[in-house]
């Protein structure tokens, strides 16, 4: 089946999940998409009270905070919720669930899309099945480069910590979830520690596959929960700013006021920082569909500014010509694909060195800073690419989508997407097939 025809399919979820370095592509659709996804109906979230629950105690070595200082993205999930979560960040686990990142070690993960729904799809995971959370991720940097654990203490510093614990992939390819979940839900995992590398689009459809881990989402209130419903919460409970990060965030969108932001993943010959080419993402046919939809919004709200992120300099350098002094960017080099940055550790005969590790970790400073700035975004405007998903399903704000068909581009899918509800996952409304001709 074409790829195209799995998008169309795609019922709540956002964006196909981007194309990488090496193969990881996921398109999942929460009910179901002819790649083994359970068709599954999942009841509406609970939103029944519940008595009040004892404050939180923070885990050891972390800042105390109490139950009404909770992120509002996780309280919007509602009381059930909110009684669970206190519960769990309260009580000291007695094993924990790894996310692990070691491209070094020819185990790609993806670029940052793929990276932060894998992060937040595990600690989902690991609240489920009760256990603490960490993130091993040390290339091309530490996320702790850009982010300080907020509400749990997760960086892990050194391998020696888990090296006992074997690596487990099988979240890194759709044919393999059904796997992971059946360990994950057996009795005889409960003992263990996990470590697992996942770049999944969203676990959810598989874990309430399995009618123990279905319970237990049922029992934390997010029954009709996806990643596209819990993913805020999942960040703001793991992440916040550190003092270099939020420097660099109020210099860019500092006195902007409200403004729009666009992401559009071109790949292809116009994609300077992927060190492997790929064929196009977004074909530079499609873009006048973008300059449409800029044009009404602007129409409305003439003085809004557009924060512009991208792989293709080209391209920024296109929209700054058409839409001038309203146009943004962050400072000097848009940004390198995630994982370019390890190959020439894996063949130096074939990849040449990608910088040395200061430059790797500005460099990675610099993506995180886009994909943070277009989540803080009034209105977003995005291509396919997990690196737009994620600041969306983060603010959980409005969108519209350009979907470039990748196997013919001479078709887009065009959508809204809005969250009718804080505690819901996305809708999809107003879809349209746009006829496109390449020239």
């Not at 009841?43 to 800042?63: C, D, H, M, N, S």
């Not at 919720?81 to 206190?86: A, E, Q, R, W």
């Not at 001038?324 to 990849?351: A, I, M």
Request: net charge positive; with cysteine.
């Amino acid at each position: 089946m074409l790829r195209s025809a799995l998008i169309l399919a795609t019922v709540l979820m956002i964006a196909m999940v981007g194309v990488q370095v090496i193969e990881t592509r996921d398109l999942l659709a929460s009910g179901g998409n002819g790649n083994g996804a359970p068709s599954i109906r999942v009841p509406a979230p609970e939103v029944a009270t519940v008595p009040p629950a004892p404050p939180v105690i923070a885990p050891e070595g972390q800042p105390h905070r109490g139950e009404n200082e909770l992120p509002k993205k996780c309280v919007e999930l509602g009381p059930k919720f909110t009684g669970f979560l206190k519960k769990y960040l309260g009580e000291k686990k007695k094993k924990r669930l790894v996310y692990n990142c070691e491209p070094n070690k020819k185990r790609f993960c993806g670029g940052t899309g793929d990276r932060m729904r894998g992060i937040a799809g595990l600690f989902f995971l690991a609240m489920v099945t009760d256990r603490e959370f960490g993130i091993y991720a040390p290339y091309p940097a530490p996320l702790t480069a850009f982010y300080r654990e907020s509400h749990v203490k997760w960086h892990i510093a050194e391998e020696k910590e888990i090296e006992a614990i074997p690596v487990d992939t099988s979240m890194m390819r759709l044919q393999k979830h059904h796997k992971f979940m059946k360990f994950l839900s057996s009795k005889e995992t409960d003992d263990k520690d996990v470590r697992a590398q996942s770049n999944s689009f969203d676990p959810t459809p598989y874990a309430v596959a399995e009618p123990r881990l279905r319970a237990k989402i049922a029992d934390m209130g997010l029954g009709g929960c996806n990643i596209t419903c819990f993913y805020g919460c999942m960040f703001d409970l793991l992440f916040e700013l550190n003092d270099e990060a939020r420097k660099m965030v109020d210099s860019t969108i500092g006195g902007k006021g409200d403004f729009v932001g666009m992401q559009v993943r071109v790949s292809g010959p116009m994609a300077t920082g992927l060190q492997i080419p790929e064929k196009w993402r977004t074909h530079p046919a499609a873009f006048p569909l973008f300059w449409e939809v800029l044009d009404g919004i602007f129409e409305k709200t003439p003085k809004m500014k557009l924060f512009v992120t991208t792989d293709a300099p080209d391209f920024l350098k296109m929209v700054e010509k058409k839409y001038g002094s309203r146009v943004f960017s962050t400072p000097g080099e848009q940004f390198n694909h995630t994982d370019s940055s390890e190959l020439h550790s894996l063949r130096p005969e074939k990849y040449k060195l990608f910088d040395d590790t200061v430059s790797k970790t500005k460099k990675f400073q610099l993506t995180l800073l886009n994909n943070y700035v277009l989540g803080e975004s009034a209105e977003m405007v995005m291509a396919q690419s997990g690196f737009g998903d994620t600041a969306f399903w983060r603010t959980k704000k409005t969108a519209t989508c350009i979907f470039v068909n990748i196997d013919t581009y001479r078709s887009a899918w065009k959508h809204r997407l809005v969250y009718a509800n804080p505690s819901q996952s996305v809708q999809k409304r107003n879809n349209k097939i746009i006829q496109i001709e390449p020239p």
